[in-house]
T-cell receptor, first 114, second 113 residues
Framework: DGGITQSPKYLFRKEGQNVTLSCEQN?????MYWYRQDPGQGLRLIYY???????QKGDIAEGYSVSREKKESFPLTVTSAQKNPTAFYLC?????????????FGQGTRLTVV | GDSVTQMEGPVTLSEEAFLTINCTYT??????LFWYVQYPGEGLQLLLK?????DKGSNKGFEATYRKETTSFHLEKGSVQVSDSAVYFC????????????FGSGTRLSIRP
């Protein structure tokens, strides 16, 4: 089945550690996104990528990094510089860079700092 | 900048009641508009969309009409079910070189049996 796969579903991080969240899509989509969702709140854009080897900062990029070396993969690293990383992270993709197409979402990764 | 404003929740209704969740937007040009639904612990699923003025999106009994004159995209359903309990997000995406999708803050809907 085509779709977006995020892993792991749950992730625990110790203070000061970097962790990487995986996002893979087999939909042949150009654009990919990372959002952060805090309890009872909406989605905030961390990074997005319109094409391979290119990405842009979203609204809350500080403390995060990404790469887009392959079309199907857009991993997110939460660095130790991110002071409050506990949240639900959602990856999404869309078929192209135009404005008419919807985004498809993965099932999310819940990150907890212990 | 572009933005989406949704009615604050939570919204609690009885089964078979009529539902309206308000959504208004601010954007230059002619954005596409979307409603997404999120069930507990899951990602977002597209519920419906409209890409130009006066378009009506519909799915699973939900409807929303793209009103450019009032910059609105209100979600409606004539008779809600307990299974409709979820968080609903309104979103927009501009039809330009910009690729960002802007989401509203979400509205939590709870349906009582």
């Amino acid at each position: 089945d085509g779709g977006i796969t995020q892993s792991p579903k749950y992730l625990f991080r110790k203070e000061g550690q970097n962790v990487t969240l995986s996002c893979e899509q087999n939909l042949n989509h150009d654009a990919m996104y990372w959002y952060r969702q805090d309890p009872g709140q909406g989605l905030r854009l961390i990074y997005y990528s319109q094409i391979v080897n290119d990405f842009q900062k979203g609204d809350i990029a500080e403390g995060y990094s990404v790469s887009r070396e392959k079309k199907e993969s857009f991993p997110l690293t939460v660095t130790s510089a991110q002071k409050n990383p506990t949240a639900f992270y959602l990856c999404a993709s869309s078929i192209d860079r135009s404005g008419n197409t919807e985004a498809f979402f993965g099932q999310g990764t819940r990150l907890t700092v212990v | 900048g572009d933005s989406v404003t949704q009615m604050e929740g939570p919204v609690t209704l009885s089964e078979e009641a009529f539902l309206t969740i308000n959504c208004t937007y601010t954007a230059t040009g002619y954005p596409s508009l979307f409603w997404y639904v999120q069930y507990p612990g899951e990602g977002l699923q597209l519920l419906l969309k409209a890409t130009k003025a006066d378009d009506k999106g519909s799915n699973k009994g939900f409807e929303a009409t793209y009103r450019k004159e009032t910059t609105s995209f209100h979600l409606e359903k004539g008779s809600v079910q307990v299974s409709d309990s979820a968080v609903y997000f309104c979103a927009l995406r501009r039809g330009s070189s910009a690729s960002k999708i802007i989401f509203g803050s979400g509205t939590r809907l709870s349906i009582r049996p």
